[in-house]
């Protein structure tokens, strides 16, 4: 098995320009979850799906991220426009079911000049 | 709402040294726990975990028993290794199915 893949792996924009991370899921898992990680707040939760249905958004932190997933191999995390406190590590991860071990892709280092 | 908290890093050992990183939990019901592991430049894996209490999670010479009364989940290992070096973090399984985090413990292993 692939494993969860993520694409790009860096990402370096400037101020205001639209950033889309890529995100393949592991085939046969039903829950997609995305992270931001930075030094100062960790690991925090955006918005994960189940069954290709936003479960719970209430961590993305203001209108300008959104994030889809138009099936269930494929999900994108948007952000329009980027501002340098975007800067991190995006992380998406998958699991077979609510609850149970998330696998990690390698994660979007992004960076927002 | 749930809620872990695990120490404060960074953590300095030298090989062979003996590891616990502390580890606690706020929540209700009875919550799986994990402890989770990231190498450098690497995405967060699965080192062990425990869905019960009393339960011992084990691998790779770590272990964590997930204790109810101190709601807590240490992690463990009796001899550090160099190649241990990475960023622990702690996890419960949250009630809407997805996992919380602690804010991670950086460990480096001195030779």
């Known amino acids: 098995d692939a494993g969860v893949i993520q694409s790009p792996r860096h990402e370096v924009t400037e101020m205001g320009q639209e950033v889309t991370l890529r995100c393949k899921p592991i085939s046969g898992h039903n829950s997609l979850f995305w992270y931001r990680q930075t030094m100062m707040r960790g690991l925090e939760l955006l918005i994960y799906?189940?069954?290709?249905?936003?479960?719970?958004d209430s961590g993305m932190p203001e209108d300008r991220f959104s994030a889809k997933m138009p099936n269930a191999s494929f999900s994108t995390l948007k952000i329009q426009p980027s501002e340098p406190r975007d800067s991190a590590v995006y992380f998406c991860?998958?699991?077979?079911?609510?609850?149970?071990?998330?696998?990690f892709g390698s994660g979007t280092q992004l960076s927002v000049l | 709402g749930d809620s872990v908290t695990q120490m404060e890093g960074p953590v300095t050992l030298s090989e062979e040294a003996f590891l616990t990183i502390n580890c606690t939990y706020t929540a209700t019901g009875y919550p799986s726990l994990f402890w989770y592991v990231q190498y450098p430049g690497e995405g967060l894996q699965l080192l062990l975990k425990?869905?019960?209490?009393?339960d011992k999670g084990s691998n790779k010479g770590f272990e964590a028993t997930y204790r109810k009364e101190t709601t807590s989940f240490h992690l463990e290992k009796g001899s550090v290794q160099v190649s241990d070096s990475a960023v622990y973090f702690c996890?419960?399984?949250?009630?809407?199915?997805?996992?919380?985090f602690g804010k991670g413990t950086k460990l480096s292993v001195k030779p």
């Open positions: 425990a869905t019960k209490a009393d």
């Open positions: 991860a998958s699991s077979r079911g609510t609850g149970l071990e998330l696998f």
């Open positions: 996890a419960l399984g949250g009630s809407q199915g997805n996992l919380i």
């Open positions: 799906f189940n069954n290709n249905v936003p479960i719970d």
